[in-house]
């Protein structure tokens, strides 16, 4: 028997830890690229999978690029690091982010994943569909973002999440942790801003490639369609 635990606690330990940040990546930019390599090295990361949504139910439709345009941008800014974009939901045909984590997790058993994101969906976290799944499929890493902290210290979830929030100084031990589990990050402050970019430059996509990239996590191009 004691054979056996220490077998399974190797097999645990040969899984890659990847941590998975969703967005709309519209267009991706500096600041993502920031937040994300910060986030690599404070958490001991393999790899940050950019995780481009076809569509977010909580943000409005009008004014997003198509997602081939805004998977482009996302491998423009993700060069020569340890990023890897992706638009794996139009393939997995999920629309909420607790159902993707779900298929994510039971499709790569050798990774180790961590959900990462910032103190603005901390915010509104009470309204994500199955939110305490989510927190229960695998940790959460939270990254400070100006005027959001305070709120997100106040939010409705974090009525709930409070109780499983570790420390920083543990930030690397994450693949250890028992779901749920929360870690608050902060990072210097990068003000680059998606908005800022479309109100320069609204047809940014109209630069880029017509033709889609292949996906680097499937593989494959994207469904037809996406």
């Not at 309204?127 to 959460?140: E, G, K, N, V």
């Not at 939010?155 to 589990?181: D, E, H, I, N, Y």
Request: glycine share 8%.
């Amino acid at each position: 028997m004691a054979g056996a635990r220490h077998g399974a606690g190797a097999r645990l330990k040969r899984r890659r830890p990847t941590g998975i940040l969703g967005g709309s990546f519209n267009p991706a930019h500096a600041g993502h690229r920031h937040i994300s390599l910060s986030a690599i090295e404070a958490l001991g990361l393999d790899e940050l999978w950019w995780l481009v949504s076809p569509g977010n139910p909580l943000k409005p439709a009008d004014g997003m690029a198509p997602l081939p345009a805004r998977l482009a941008s996302a491998e423009r800014m993700a060069r020569r690091t340890r990023i890897v974009p992706t638009a794996i939901e139009a393939r997995l045909g999920t629309r909420y982010t607790a159902d993707t984590l779900r298929l994510l997790a039971r499709r790569y058993p050798d990774r180790r994943f961590i959900w990462i994101m910032g103190a603005d969906n901390l915010v509104q976290f009470d309204r994500w569909r199955d939110w305490r799944r989510i927190a229960r499929t695998m940790p959460i890493a939270v990254i400070a973002r100006p005027h959001y902290d305070g709120r997100a210290q106040h939010a409705k979830a974090m009525g709930w999440l409070r109780r499983f929030v570790r420390p920083v100084s543990q930030s690397r031990c994450w693949t250890q942790w028992r779901t749920p589990a929360l870690v608050l990050l902060h990072f210097r402050p990068d003000p680059t801003s998606a908005t800022r970019l479309r109100a320069a430059l609204p047809d940014w996509d109209s630069s880029l490639t017509p033709k889609a990239p292949r996906d680097r996590l499937t593989r494959r191009p994207l469904p037809h369609g996406g």
